[in-house]
């Protein structure tokens, strides 16, 4: 089975979606000759040619509200918000437009559009290069979110998404894009070739929506997490010695709820983990998701692990992101509750 | 230097502090040149549609108006239209007007919740659609009700959204007025300002992908034209070429600002177009047979693969924004009689009767007979109930079309609903 990084598996899901389907189009800043800053639409423009993926002007807004528009003619754009850092101007056009349109026309019009956007920190990128914004789309009715954590979920979650009959806003974490993360900043980054995670089928395959996955079996306690940070529980299960349980949530809206309740009824124990700021995080939905379900079989609170609640710090990134440490002294004290 | 702020007298004032112009509305002054630039009937040329932007611009001082004083039709820009098609569009316009007295009159007898009418402006609405074709999609703002009434939707289905009753076929969901009816192509308006203008360029952009002949057709206030969407949209229509109208109707108010908050310091909205490269005209939209020439103008550009062309449609808000407004706070007096451009159902009429087999008695007779359409379409659509009697789509219906299938957590919602 071939190896990739995620960039090149999310390339390859555009690509086997395009050639299925001639609806899909996509573009963005930068998409079409150059192929995406981090080349996850490279080569498309020379395949499949200039009015299948194009380049767009740097307006975020008219990316999205173009592509709403192109939806409600019958096509599937799938369009690149070149840093999620940079959807603000299209926010209205997402939450307010995409999210609601079918509901709004009782079905008379809908928009099946995906929004790709890079994700998270890891890159020393600052506070405009670095953020996590999922909570801002899971608490828009109508929208699904999707964070993979790596190459083979990446382009079975695509194609899921590209062909997916709602809008789905569909999160890359730019730290896991060229290869898998081992939780510590001051080594070198693996390959996902040497790395089991990293095969990739040919062709098309889908990872289905609204599924979670386990990403490592455990007992002693549950870790409830997505994106970069799966890696990061991985390191800290590791150095703590302990049987820990890691659930990749995959899609945050619809979230899977069985997944969930299923581990910690076993575990007994939660962390809640992902790298966005804490306050108002998704981590509460899943902290409250917990305590609704599963308060029977909770033997310790429940306790959440984020970035902090500031701006993303260019120089501090590493003291800001939950890095291995600090998931290892929440993985103790839930142990120890 | 505060004093100053709004006194444009003071603007150039010896330098003792900078100083702002804030524009006032004309409120308690007189009426001030309400209209910029208002052409004779027939002066203005007609372009070749592919006529070079930069000679278009040049008639950016004038103004397409047809009908003259007299009611007559002069000029190049008369449009090739038969009796029957302009007592058509003179029963249209007729129609909408009526829709809109009687739905106040809804209003005010407390059957609906909420309304806005298109007093005075009917004409731009109705004339452009006959101009495009069916097939067409636009993507309108609450305003251009005389989309679906001269698309022949029916009446009773309006006034079902209307009422929000168990036949609304937007289950209740939206606004009154917020209508939705893409097999009269006619997108679902949203409440949030501005955002169709980028989607229609979009929608335009996809029939040119695959090789259509459908065009799309962008409407939006002149007010809301300060909004970023309307930049945005500029953009993206005149980067791709794609086959777009660009309406921007002035009606003079948005709400209670007046036109020059949005207008800035630009001579007018048209002016906007040509920065863009776009083709843009100003239009007399109280004049049906100039608002048809200028709208098939610019379908018949976007048909022929010559790009967007952006309309500034010239009228009067002559109501109130809603239902929920009070304009004599904020409006001159005697505001609609000082508008130059007159009334488009009058203006039409005049022509009718000059040019053809119309007079006072036949108008009359017509006049009745569509106020008994509207009178049995309300007690049709009324007897079907509404939000105010309480008769509403159920709400276990709030559940659908969130998703196009119901997922795990709705369905849990909705059953909660029913406990």
């Known amino acids: 089975m071939p190896t990739m990084t995620m960039v090149e598996a999310i390339r390859d899901a555009h690509a086997v979606a395009m050639e299925r389907d001639d609806r899909v189009v996509v573009f963005g800043e930068d998409v079409g000759f150059f192929g995406g800053v981090f080349r996850c639409t490279q080569g498309l423009q020379e395949r499949f040619g200039d009015h299948r993926c194009f380049d767009a002007p740097i307006n975020e807004s008219a990316i999205v509200g173009a592509a709403i528009g192109m939806a409600a003619y019958g096509l599937r754009p799938c369009v690149e918000i070149q840093f999620a850092d940079y959807m603000y101007p299209a926010y209205d056009q997402i939450v307010s437009e995409a999210a609601r349109l079918r509901h709004r026309s ?70 896991v894009y060229n290869g898998p993360f081992d939780g510590h900043h001051d080594r070198p980054i693996v390959p996902w070739t040497n790395h089991p995670l990293g095969e990739v089928p040919d062709g098309h395959y889908t990872v289905p929506l609204g599924k979670a996955r386990i990403h490592r079996a455990g007992a002693d306690l549950t870790v409830l997490t997505y994106g970069t940070l799966v890696h990061v529980a991985q390191a800290a299960a590791e150095e703590q010695g302990l049987d820990v349980e890691i659930i990749d949530l995959r899609t945050l809206v619809p979230l899977d709820v069985d997944a969930i309740v299923e581990s910690v009824s076993k575990t007994g124990r939660c962390v809640v983990l992902h790298e966005a700021t804490r306050t108002s995080g998704f981590g509460a939905e899943l902290s409250a998701t917990v305590q609704e379900r599963c308060f029977f079989h909770l033997e310790a609170p429940i306790v959440r692990v984020c970035g902090w609640d500031t701006p993303y710090p260019h120089a501090l990134e590493w003291s800001y992101f939950p890095g291995p440490d600090r998931v290892g002294r929440a993985m103790q004290e839930v142990m120890e509750a | 230097m505060l004093g100053a702020v709004g006194n444009s007298s003071d603007a150039h004032a010896p330098s003792s502090g900078l100083s702002l112009r804030i524009p006032q509305p004309a409120r308690g002054h007189q009426p001030a040149d309400q209209v910029r630039y208002v052409s004779k009937a027939g002066e203005m040329k007609k372009p070749d549609l592919d006529e070079k932007v930069e000679r278009v611009a040049l008639m950016r001082k004038q103004m397409v108006r047809v009908l003259d004083d007299d009611g007559r039709a002069v000029g190049e820009w008369v449009p090739d239209l038969s009796f029957d098609d302009k007592l058509t569009g003179l029963r249209d316009m007729m129609t909408v007007r009526a829709f809109d007295a009687r739905m106040l009159r809804a209003h005010r007898q407390g059957k609906i919740s909420f309304y806005m009418q298109a007093l005075g402006e009917e004409a731009i609405a109705c004339s452009q659609k006959r101009a495009l074709r069916p097939g067409d999609m636009h993507f309108p703002t609450y305003r251009q009700q005389g989309l679906l009434i001269a698309g022949g939707y029916p009446i009773v289905q309006m006034m079902n959204q209307i009422l929000s009753n168990e036949h609304d076929p937007l289950k209740g969901r939206q606004l009154p007025v917020l209508y939705s009816a893409k097999s009269h192509g006619f997108f679902s308006i949203s409440g949030n300002l501005a955002t169709q203008f980028p989607q229609a360029v979009g929608w335009a952009m996809a029939s040119a992908m695959r090789g259509d002949t459908a065009i799309a057709s962008a409407w939006i206030g002149e007010g809301s034209s300060a909004e970023n969407d309307f930049h945005a949209a500029l953009v993206m229509a005149s980067t791709y070429q794609a086959p777009v109208i660009l309406n921007i109707v002035n009606n003079h108010w948005a709400i209670s600002t007046p036109e020059d908050f949005a207008r800035g310091a630009s001579a007018t909205f048209a002016d906007r177009g040509y920065g863009f490269s776009i083709p843009a005209i100003r239009v007399d939209g109280n004049d049906y047979l100039a608002a048809y020439a200028a709208s098939q103008w610019a379908e018949q550009r976007a048909r022929s693969n010559l790009g967007p062309t952006l309309l500034e449609w010239i009228t009067l808000r002559r109501g109130a924004h809603s239902t929920s407004d009070d304009p004599s706070v904020y409006r001159p007096d005697h505001e609609s009689e000082q508008f130059p451009l007159g009334d488009p159902i009058d203006r039409l009429k005049q022509h009718l009767v000059v040019d053809g087999d119309w007079d006072d008695e036949r108008h009359a007779a ?21 939000v105010k009697s309480g008769v509403v789509p159920s709400a276990s219906t709030m559940f659908d079309d969130v998703y196009a299938e119901l997922p795990r957590h709705l369905r849990e919602q909705r059953d909660q609903v029913g406990e």
């Open chain 1, 106 to 175: 009782a079905g008379d019009f809908s928009a099946p559009i995906v929004v790709r956007m890079p994700t998270g920190g890891g890159i020393f990128g600052g506070q405009t290069h670095s953020q996590s914004p999922e909570a801002l789309f899971t608490h828009v009715a109508g929208l699904t979110t999707v964070v993979p954590s790596n190459p083979y979920d990446a382009k079975g979650l695509l194609i899921s998404a590209i062909e997916d009959d709602d809008p789905v806003v569909f999160l890359e974490p730019k730290r």
């Open chain 2, 366 to 386: 017509l006049e009745q007979e569509i106020a008994a359409e509207i009178d049995a379409a309300l007690a049709e659509a009324d007897s079907h109930g509404s």
